[in-house]
Antibody
Framework: EVHLVESGGGLVQPGGSLRLSCAAS????????MNWVRQRPGMGLQWVST????????WYADSVRGRFTVSRDNSKNTLYLQMRSLRPEDTAIYYC???????????????WGQGTLVTVSS | QSVLTQPPSVSAAPRQRVTISCSGT????????VNWYQQLPGKAPKLLVY???LLPSGVSDRFSGSKSGTSASLAISGLQSDDEGDYYC???????????FGGGTKLTVL
């Protein structure tokens, strides 16, 4: 069974940094693209970043580009999101999501982790 | 505002049928596949429909997706109380080179 378990969330002051991790299991991790998607309190879903299976190709939402860096360690089956210069509007639950079928029309976000809460506040 | 437009809420009685619309443009829905996600209260989202109208293994056939031009729809038949939650459409936005979601639709089973 596929499992995605996020960690690393917490309270951080504006301007601070935080690194999220996502431990993956139950599938050939090194062959599948991965996403981060966030959800602000009481709000909808927002795509944050994608990293291809090779770890070299990366895409970011305009709202985080230049502040967030996505990476992966295929030897550890782990996905990361390094977040810098955090703002109150970055407060959200951050979900790690597998993306089978990336690059074609058969893509899907499946499954989603349980999420980790990041709170940016002084 | 979200790139994809969904109604904020829909409601219907048990055993009835409801549809949720998702409106976009030629650079997103018009040229890319649409997925639908269900988020039950306090839970992570779950894939319901992919590639416009395909159901993943394990998803009830009470759910169905369709697409025409720059709009997509999710239909839920035989409504049950545990269908209550939020539903989101998503697709690739070619001009932004990223994924976009609808604002979400809250389903209430009366």
């Amino acid at each position: 069974e596929v499992h995605l378990v996020e960690s690393g969330g917490g309270l951080v002051q504006p301007g601070g940094s935080l690194r999220l991790s996502c431990a993956a299991s139950g599938f050939p991790y090194s062959t599948i693209a991965m996403n981060w998607v966030r959800q602000r309190p009481g709000m909808g879903l927002q795509w944050v970043s994608t990293i291809a299976d090779n770890g070299y190709d990366r895409w970011y939402a305009d709202s985080v580009r230049g502040r967030f860096t996505v990476s992966r360690d295929n030897s550890k089956n782990t996905l990361y999101l390094q977040m810098r210069s955090l703002r109150p509007e970055d407060t959200a639950i951050y979900y790690c999501v597998r993306v089978p079928g990336f690059g074609g029309n058969g893509w899907m976000f499946d499954p989603w982790g349980q999420g980790t809460l990041v709170t940016v506040s002084s | 505002q979200s790139v994809l437009t969904q109604p904020p809420s829909v409601s219907a009685a048990p055993r009835q049928r409801v549809t949720i619309s998702c409106s976009g443009t030629s650079s997103n829905i018009g040229s890319n596949a649409v997925n639908w996600y269900q988020q039950l209260p306090g839970k992570a989202p779950k894939l319901l429909v992919y590639s416009d109208d395909l159901l993943p293994s394990g998803v009830s056939d009470r759910f169905s997706g369709s697409k025409s031009g720059t709009s997509a729809s999710l239909a839920i038949s035989g409504l049950q109380s545990d269908d209550e939650g939020d539903y989101y459409c998503a697709t690739w936005e070619s001009s932004l080179k990223g994924w976009v979601f609808g604002g979400g639709t809250k389903l209430t089973v009366l």
